[in-house]
């Protein structure tokens, strides 16, 4: 089969990209690199949006990523090495301005770190449907996560399922949980989630109030990256219930009480991560079509509401490190 040949929107030749580096603790700064040209299997895209992953690099940011993980926790278009410096992120959304035909002009999502113009594999690239903003396909990546969360727990229909957790990840779990016919879904968070809950068709609550649903959940995922938010999800859970743990530490110890009924329950502890597709799914789902399902279900309005925060890009080295740790920041996006 003859490849198709790349073609340009432009007809300019960009020689040099810009990309936000993690130079040291909490401090970013923009740098200038050579772009050089896409080859035969390479897009150039110009970004529009990217999506900032507020725990993960966070803790990337503050140099909490462990050595026993710098190969693991790589970004897949990553430059530079852990604890620093390192060019991340994972969620760009852009427009194809050289690369296959059928390609130009239309936007994609990538797993690429925050730069406003990059070179890709045209096999990572996501197209985007028509309908579906770029903005908010920069929630593309934490989709996936909470996709493939949702497959790793068995979740299924009428299930009384609690979320502890109310960030951008915990959130996309409790939208998707909502979508099983009959789920029961519970938002647990210290900050008033009542109206986005609500609009997914869940309730919102209080940790303090949560102990009402103790031993009554058929399912939890607890993404707040707080020890006390998975000591509550253990509390939480039934009798031979589920509790998915989706929030990742870093290098911080997890202190938690296995004793008590904690056994005697045989309560079930797993984590989910976004790196495997679950075994019963693998030899069907490729990453590339588990990527094209989370894009497809962002086909909606109302996921909107968790971008509370946008920054001009040129911005982010000044702002962003603060907005990593403003409680009222569910995502925030750069725009370019």
């Given at each position: 089969m003859t490849k198709e040949p790349h073609a340009s929107l432009t007809g300019r030749t960009h020689k040099t990209a810009t990309g936000l580096w993690v130079k040291s603790v909490r401090q970013y700064e923009l740098q200038n690199a050579p772009l050089g040209q896409p080859e035969a299997d390479q897009a150039l895209i110009r970004t529009l949006y990217s999506g900032v992953s507020r725990g993960t690099e966070r803790l990337v940011l503050n140099g909490q990523v462990?050595?026993?993980?710098?190969?693991?926790?790589?970004?897949?278009?990553?430059?530079?090495?852990?604890?620093?410096?390192?060019?991340?992120?994972?969620?760009?959304?852009?427009?194809?301005?050289?690369?296959?035909?059928?390609?130009?002009?239309?936007?994609?999502?990538?797993?690429?770190?925050?730069?406003?113009?990059?070179?890709?594999?045209?096999?990572?690239?996501?197209?985007?449907?028509?309908?579906?903003?770029?903005?908010?396909?920069?929630?593309?990546?934490?989709?996936?996560?909470?996709?493939?969360?949702?497959?790793?727990?068995?979740?299924?229909?009428?299930?009384?399922?609690?979320?502890?957790?109310?960030?951008?990840?915990?959130?996309?779990?409790?939208?998707?949980?909502?979508?099983?016919?009959?789920?029961?879904?519970?938002?647990?968070?210290?900050?008033?989630?009542?109206?986005?809950?609500?609009?997914?068709?869940?309730?919102?609550?209080?940790?303090?109030?949560?102990?009402?649903?103790?031993?009554?959940?058929?399912?939890?995922?607890?993404?707040?990256?707080?020890?006390?938010?998975?000591?509550?999800?253990?509390?939480?859970?039934?009798?031979?219930?589920?509790?998915?743990?989706?929030?990742?530490?870093?290098?911080?110890?997890?202190p938690l009480a296995l004793g008590e009924s904690f056994h005697a329950r045989r309560l079930h502890l797993i984590s989910a991560q976004v790196g495997r597709i679950p075994p019963n799914r693998a030899p069907r789902w490729t990453y590339q079509r588990r990527m094209a399902k989370a894009v497809e279900l962002l086909d909606d309005a109302r996921l909107d509401a968790l971008i509370t925060h946008e920054l001009a890009f040129a911005d982010a080295p000044a702002k962003l490190p603060d907005l990593m740790t403003a409680e009222a920041v569910i995502a925030t996006v750069l725009s370019y």
């Open positions: 462990p050595p026993s993980e710098y190969q693991r926790m790589r970004a897949p278009l990553q430059r530079g090495d852990f604890p620093f410096p390192v060019l991340y992120g994972y969620a760009c959304t852009g427009v194809v301005e050289e690369g296959p035909h059928h390609m130009l002009g239309h936007n994609v999502f990538c797993l690429h770190p925050h730069q406003d113009r990059f070179i890709a594999p045209v096999a990572m690239l996501a197209a985007l449907p028509a309908s579906l903003p770029a903005r908010r396909g920069t929630l593309a990546a934490n989709m996936e996560t909470a996709l493939n969360a949702l497959w790793d727990s068995g979740a299924s229909a009428g299930d009384r399922i609690v979320v502890i957790g109310g960030g951008l990840v915990g959130l996309l779990v409790c939208y998707l949980a909502c979508r099983l016919p009959g789920a029961e879904v519970v938002v647990v968070d210290p900050l008033d989630r009542t109206a986005i809950a609500r609009s997914f068709g869940a309730r919102w609550m209080p940790p303090e109030q949560a102990a009402s649903l103790a031993g009554t959940a058929d399912l939890v995922f607890h993404t707040s990256a707080n020890p006390a938010g998975l000591s509550l999800g253990l509390d939480l859970a039934g009798d031979e219930a589920k509790v998915v743990e989706m929030s990742w530490y870093g290098q911080k110890a997890v």
